[in-house]
């Protein structure tokens, strides 16, 4: 079906967006470094959200476990969008909004994730059906 290469297409999408912010999370570039300081989370914050983020990539990648990436993604992402709101800003570091329109686009297509792969959702799925 059509639907399932689009939905793939996005999962890998959302995969790759989170994996390779990981290299400025691990390596403590100075950008992230400076969020995560600003926000008061640096360093632990800053690798236990490198790490979650991870697993929720490849989650993501897993068909059995999508729903679970995407949520993940979504509770990750969606604390992203509040620090920029409340906190960073939209423009970090003279990014021109960047990481925060990134973050939104991600949040979004994570949305749409989770949306197709609600009835594997134990519990409730079977009752999101609509």
Known sequence: ?????????????????????????????????????TVGLEP?????????????????LIPKTVWIGALLTLGLIGGA?????????????????????TAIITFLLSVVILYYYRKDIPVIGQKLSF
């Open 1 to 37: 079906m059509k639907s399932d290469k689009i939905i793939f297409i996005l999962r890998i999408a959302v995969a790759v967006i989170l994996i390779q912010t990981l290299r400025f999370k691990f390596t403590a570039h100075p950008d992230s470094v400076y969020i995560f300081e």
């Open 44 to 60: 632990y914050g800053r690798i236990g959200i490198g790490i979650l983020e991870l697993i929720a990539g490849i989650l993501l």
């Open 81 to 101: 969008i509040l620090m920029h709101l409340t906190q960073l800003g939209i423009n970090v570091n003279n990014d021109g909004g960047v990481l925060f329109y």
